[in-house]
């Protein structure tokens, strides 16, 4: 039927929603924890938020950390994050136009 999506398809969103939500649960939680710990013993390291966000959770996470102003002085993640989206976008449309050609 058209306009239904395929397993393919449902896996990626399936896969990214989780992979954005990872991120923004893990990135509040970082914030909260930033908070509390002095001796950043709780923290989430940043390698751990930079790959998540390579794994396709750079803009939902990027938003967020601009939201709760979170490690918005950190210039790993202020260019970082917009640049594995915009990669991620760029790969999204790529696909999506081969597929409906």
Known sequence: MPGELNAAEKFALIYVAAVSVTGIILTVYDKAA???SRNG?????????MYLG???G???MYVTMLIIRHKTKHKKFMIG???FAAVHIA???T?????NI
Do not use: D
């Open 58 to 60: 750079a803009l939902p």
């Open 41 to 49: 013993r709780g923290r989430v390291p940043e390698n751990t938020l």
């Open 95 to 99: 696909v999506f136009l081969r597929m």
């Open 91 to 93: 790969v999204a449309v």
């Open 81 to 83: 994050l917009p640049v």
């Open 34 to 36: 930033s908070k509390r």
């Open 54 to 56: 390579f794994l396709g």
